[in-house]
């Protein structure tokens, strides 16, 4: 006999009452005191909502959707910020985990959540296929997304279904700058999204999907679909919940961004998603004050990330230490995010480490946010000691005849003359790179010709995209983060990595003067360093005397008087006395 279960289909509801009775029917059922249900959801009013472990700030424009009487919610799940209109239908199953058979998702269970859907679209006529780790795609174009969440002995699992796609008003709700946008760069985001109707050439009746929708979960599921209501318990705990979800408190609770000047930042995008670490620093008494782990990814058991937030507060600031911290969560079981482990967290915090390093150079923390680097830390980079500076072309003017080139004649009329102009004064190999595979031309030919590093300019998504070829060509190297709207926000990467970028951004002059300041200071000091290092080997070799075809005191009394006349922080006088010092060495 198969099991039954409820059908719960009420009509559409606001953001909070939607974000509220999902809690609700999950704790309830966690409890034991429900069945196992199906649930459509539908929204009035339109609705944003963000990921349990995103931040509006980070993710939604506020002000758009406030004046277009848009909602804006947190999801009791994880997952990425979307936006949910009356078009819109999802589902839920809200189930006791043993119907699974599994305490914690993992992949095999994702692509059974999303086999009833699949069946449900090809009943329509749509070939749609599961596409890992919880999306649904026709033709390689999203249709439909999974996410979850758990209380104590029940699972609450959700889904979209796109029915008809408003591109345009998602654009302008979630983070990119629409106002830029052209027609043709909201096609391609075509390219990667689908509706039903755009598959269909109509717009399918809200019944009709549902039907689908329900004989697929009875053949998937073997289970028999009953309408119900919400019980008394269920309503009583909806009623006294509501307040909570329609609070700031809620809506608002992920805020990472503090002071700027007191925040570092790092984050990593793998095949499973983007993590971001917010750390909040006391950087006299080298402790985290506070940390935000955010992204679309999820987690169980709900409240683990939190906990493990918590247990980092007031920590040394050692990035083994830290992660050891991390590691352990794992390792206990305290934590799980399907298809990620410790290191998904442990890299990205690790980089906010490294940019809170920096600033014991005397560049501003808020600016070391703007740093990023491959193959070494800063420290590293600096004392390979950089010989080549990369500049994007992006950054030159729009009708300049060389945009597209790997040239500058340096006029004066745009930023990147100014850092040509930076780095042929240093007689390092100053380049504008054109496009994806140019940049990974000239690290090739770099690396060959032994340049030790390079400095370079572009924006964080292209490095946070990028990070693992940088890494895969081994040439250590530091990224300065680029001024004004780019090609990401833009939605115009394809048209950068091909060289076709056509709008213009800024360098981040300030910042690269400082770090060609702190660059000049490291190089000083390891020639400083490298010379009382000669200095000390020839006293040794004088005293043995052994030094062979040269005059030991000429060759040590030139090196050590260039290198310690200028060593920054070193007064003329004492340079000179040190000259003197050296000399007396060498005579040795």
């Known amino acids: 006999m198969k099991a039954q279960w409820r059908l719960l289909d009420l009509p559409p509801m606001t953001a909070a009452e939607n974000m509220a009775l999902d809690e609700v029917l999950v704790e309830v059922r966690g409890s034991g005191h429900s069945t196992d249900t199906l649930r459509f959801l539908q929204f009035r009013p339109a609705t944003v909502l963000v990921g349990f472990h995103q931040s509006l700030q980070e993710e939604v424009r506020l002000s758009y959707c406030r004046e277009h009487g848009i909602d804006v919610n947190r999801r009791i799940t994880g ?46 006529g749509i070939d749609a296929s599961f596409r890992p780790r919880n999306d649904i795609e026709v033709a390689g174009r999203k249709i439909s997304g999974t996410g979850g969440t758990d209380c104590e002995s029940a699972f609450l699992f959700q889904g979209t279904l796109l029915v008809d796609f408003d591109i345009e008003t998602m654009l302008k709700c979630l983070r990119v700058p629409v106002e830029k946008l052209k027609a043709k760069e909201i096609d391609s985001i075509k390219k990667r999204v689908t509706c039903l109707a755009w598959e269909l050439g109509r ?92 992204g679309d990814f999820l987690s169980f058991p709900s409240r683990a990330l939190f906990d493990l937030e918590a247990a980092l507060r007031g920590q040394p600031l050692d990035g083994d230490h830290l992660c050891g911290i991390i590691k352990d969560f794992f390792k206990d079981g305290r934590i799980v995010i399907p298809d990620m482990g410790a290191e998904d967290i442990c890299i990205p915090l690790r980089m906010a480490l490294e940019k809170a390093a920096i600033a014991r150079h005397g560049i501003p923390l808020e600016h070391c946010n703007r740093i990023f680097t491959t193959n070494g830390s800063f420290d590293e980079v600096l004392a390979a000691g950089p ?63 032994g340049v030790p590093a390079f400095i370079g300019c ?4 292209f490095y946070i995209k990028h990070v693992e070829d940088f890494a895969r060509l081994g040439l250590p190297g530091i990224l300065i983060d680029i001024e004004n709207t780019t090609c990401y926000d833009l939605d115009q990467s394809e048209a950068a990595h091909r060289g076709e970028f056509s709008s213009q951004t800024m360098l981040n002059m ?75 060495h060498a005579a040795l």
């Open 387 to 449: 010989q080549a500076l990369l500049l994007p072309y992006c950054a030159k003017l729009k009708d300049c005849d060389l945009r597209f080139t790997r040239s500058c004649r340096a006029c004066g009329e745009c930023v990147v003359g100014d850092a040509w102009t930076l780095g042929h004064e240093r007689k390092w190999s100053t380049v504008c790179i054109t496009s994806f595979e140019h940049l990974m031309q000239e690290l090739e030919k770099m690396k060959g010709q």
């Open 510 to 584: 300030a910042l690269l003067h400082d770090i060609l300041r702190v660059a000049g200071q490291a190089k000083l000091s390891g020639q400083a360093e490298r010379a009382d290092g000669a200095g000390q080997q020839a006293i040794t070799n004088g005293a043995s005397g052994v030094v062979p075809g040269v005059t030991p005191g000429v060759t040590l009394g030139v090196t050590l008087g260039v290198a310690l006349g200028v060593a920054p922080g070193v007064t003329p006088g004492a340079a000179a006395g040190a000259k003197k010092a050296g000399g007396t």
């Open 79 to 124: 997952g990425g910020g979307l936006l949910f209109d009356e078009n819109q239908l999802g589902w839920e199953i809200i189930c006791a985990k043993s119907f699974f058979g599994v305490g914690i998702p993992n992949a095999n269970l994702f692509r059974r959540l999303c086999e009833p859907t699949i069946t449900a679209l090809r009943g329509m």
């Open 458 to 461: 572009c924006c964080q998504p």
């Open 203 to 294: 717009v399918p009746e809200t019944r009709e999907v549902k039907r689908n929708l329900v004989e697929a979960f009875e053949q998937h599921m073997g289970i028999t679909l009953r309408p119900g209501g919400l019980t008394a318990e269920e309503e009583d705990l909806l009623a006294e919940k509501l307040p909570h979800f329609q609070s700031q408190e809620w809506i608002d609770m992920v805020r990472p961004t503090y002071e700027k000047t007191e925040v570092v930042q790092g984050a990593r995008k793998s095949p499973f998603g983007l993590v971001r670490v917010t750390m909040q620093l006391n950087m006299p008494r080298k402790t985290l004050k506070n940390i935000y782990i955010t």
